[in-house]
């Protein structure tokens, strides 16, 4: 089944159905209908399939046949679900994954994609991601981004929807269904234009599979046409919500006659219907499809749904002028949107306590390095064991040339030798093949721990916006500030290709430019100087030492050198003087009084403990601002 439409169904017939007819015949119209590669009609409408299976399980419970209540259990819990009836399957659901051994791996993935988005739906987070990490185990998945978008951290989703969600191929109802799930992603974050925008694009291709298909006949065309519809029907909401409403009414009258097998679209464009009709003035016709709405909307858990009909019906007696009925719908709706609120905040409690993606992505990293180092360590081994083979050869070719010239066997000891060169070359290629996967791998390793210090500052940038206290926000900027020090270090080695020395002049220029952007007053005239020798490569390990204390002597003279001054300059000078480093940052600002508590200041505390680590002298001078001096050996 489409995830969007659930079934590709047609209009009922009117057909008399046989409510009693054989368990074994409906299942297998069931299976032949949704395991197909092509879209294929069917000839029922979901509610007769609802009808249908539930009488036949009905009959198996009562006849406890194990078996066949095994066997309807698919169609029916994946029926529930697509009428959003969570209440009525998850407990089947629930029953198959404890089945699950006896699942075939079509019908296991199924069973964990609605498992999961039930258990999302009624607000069970910690459930949802036990699923999701199955699903991930099993390389049914590899993304998190709808956890992401249940917790609210939406700027997340969006990135792992991008980075790791593939677009499906043209020509596709999953592609379709891709493009859905972004705009719908869009809406969420409130980014009505740029949700527009998608909708639009994928009208664009509907239009364009549904040309293909008159051709190839591979995809259901009553199905496309609910596509079609719909995508015009989420274009006039975005256009509802800028308050424009031309062509609306035709639009969404045209989009509920096509969502026969969609009730959950068909519902939401009722909503918007009615919020129409009451800008048109013509409540009447407001409350007949509210009141469809509602009906569809029975026994469904479909929050999005539910809040907007709430806020719907308010609006609705606001414009009859029944204020107290008005405000008794509004209260409900400031109720639930509360309560989902709170669990938005549950659930983003329990995604960020369990540091589920850094863990997963520290995991990976820890073994990508383990891998690395396996392989390393099993290089040198193979490079130990070719010298030894050539040298053994080096003998063996001596010795054949001895027998060589002193016999007869002038052919044998050719061919001999032919070989031991074939095989040096063919352990040559493997060594050098392995050289090269080595590479590889570490230049992964940098792009991925330079990769994971970018998803920990966008989570510190999640936070500093939920955040109001100003002390907290300086204190998560400093953070961020040292973990996009380090960031610079991987980046720079992957881009390089050099893995184990990085060039400090572009590295501290880039530095200090970051600096200057989160620091700098727009009414300052602040200058950066650099006298750093270009030539100069450093280890990683002094790189990183040198970069946090850059990054706490910089950002100190930004904060603090020119609170009363609007001109300055700063100085970063990183000479090499034979095996001595000497580095020295200075401004000319306000400077201090005296020097500061190592015990109250972190970012002087950082400096002192990276001055240890690399051994290093450190001098302040409080002289017209301040300077420091900082020496260490490379060895």
Request: glycine residues 2%.
């Amino acid at each position: 089944m489409n995830s969007a439409t659930a079934f590709n169904f047609v209009p009922f017939d009117n057909r008399q159905v046989d409510t009693h007819g054989n368990a074994k015949q409906l299942v297998d119209l069931w299976n032949s209908i949704n395991e197909q590669s092509i879209d294929k009609h069917d000839p029922y409408t979901i509610e007769t399939w609802e009808n249908l299976l539930w009488n036949e399980y009905q009959k198996a419970v009562k006849n406890k046949d194990s078996n066949w209540i095994f066997k309807l259990s698919i169609p029916l819990s994946f029926t529930y679900h697509s009428e959003t009836k969570f209440a009525k399957g998850l407990p089947i659901l629930q029953y198959l994954y404890h089945h699950k051994k006896i699942l075939s791996p079509i019908q296991y993935k199924g069973v964990l994609i609605k498992l999961e988005e039930e258990y999302r739906a009624t607000n069970n987070i910690e459930q949802a991601i036990i699923i999701r990490k199955e699903r991930i185990q099993n390389n049914f998945i590899n993304n998190y981004w709808e956890i992401y978008t249940d917790c609210g951290l939406y700027e997340a989703a969006k990135k792992e929807l991008f980075q790791f969600v593939a677009i499906p191929p043209l020509y596709t109802t999953a592609r379709l269904n891709y493009y859905f799930k972004v705009g719908e992603l869009y809406v969420d974050m409130n980014v009505i234009d740029s949700a527009k925008k998608i909708y639009t694009k994928a009208l664009a291709e509907c239009i364009e599979t549904i040309e293909v298909n008159k051709v190839s006949h591979q995809l259901d065309n009553a199905n496309l046409a609910y596509w079609k519809t719909s995508f015009m029907g989420h274009i006039i909401k975005c256009n509802i919500k800028k308050g424009h409403y031309t062509n609306a009414i035709s639009t969404l009258l045209n989009d509920i006659q096509n969502s026969y097998a969609n009730s959950d679209n068909m519902a939401d464009k009722m909503i918007a219907l009615s919020q129409c009709y009451l800008y048109y003035k013509q409540p009447f016709k407001a409350k007949l499809y509210l009141d469809s709405a509602n009906h569809i909307l029975t026994e469904k858990v479909c929050k999005p749904l539910k809040l907007a009909y709430l806020l719907a019906c308010s609006n609705y007696y606001t414009s009859i002028n029944k204020n107290d009925s008005s405000l008794i719908y509004y209260k409900r709706y400031n109720t639930y949107r509360d309560e989902l609120n709170q669990n938005i905040q549950r659930n983003q409690s329990i995604l960020l306590l369990g540091q589920l993606e850094l863990s997963n992505r520290r995991k990976e990293l820890l073994e990508s390095k383990q891998s690395l180092l396996d392989s390393i360590k099993k290089n040198d081994s193979q490079k130990t064991v070719l010298l030894i083979l050539i040298f053994s050869l080096v003998l063996s070719i001596m010795l054949g040339i001895f027998l060589y010239l002193n016999s007869l066997a002038k052919s044998r000891s050719k061919n001999k030798i032919e070989l031991q060169n074939k095989m040096i070359n063919e352990h040559a290629q493997k060594i050098e093949a392995q050289f090269n996967h080595n590479e590889t791998l570490l230049k992964e390793l940098h792009h991925r721990v330079k990769n994971n210090l970018q998803v920990m500052y966008s989570l510190l940038n999640l936070q500093k916006r939920r955040n109001e206290d100003f002390d907290t926000i300086e204190t998560l900027s400093s953070i961020q500030n040292r973990i996009q020090t380090m960031a610079l270090v991987h980046q720079n080695l992957y881009t390089s290709g050099n893995f184990e020395l990085v060039e400090i002049a572009s590295y501290i220029k880039t530095l200090a430019h970051h600096l200057e952007t989160i620091y700098k007053v727009d009414k300052q005239k602040i200058e950066v100087h650099f006298k750093i020798d270009e030539s100069l490569q450093l280890p990683i390990e002094m790189v990183v030492a040198t970069g946090l204390i850059v990054n706490e002597a910089v950002s100190n003279s930004f904060k603090y050198a020119f609170k009363n001054k609007r001109t300055g300059q700063i100085f970063i000078g990183l000479l090499k003087n034979e095996n001595e480093i000497e580095i020295i940052i200075q401004d000319n600002g306000e400077g201090m009084q005296h020097l500061p508590n190592k015990e109250n200041s972190l970012g002087m505390k950082l400096i002192d403990l990276m001055c240890k680590q690399l051994k290093a002298t450190h001098n302040i001078e409080l002289n017209n601002g301040v300077t420091h001096h900082i020496k260490f050996n490379l060895t």
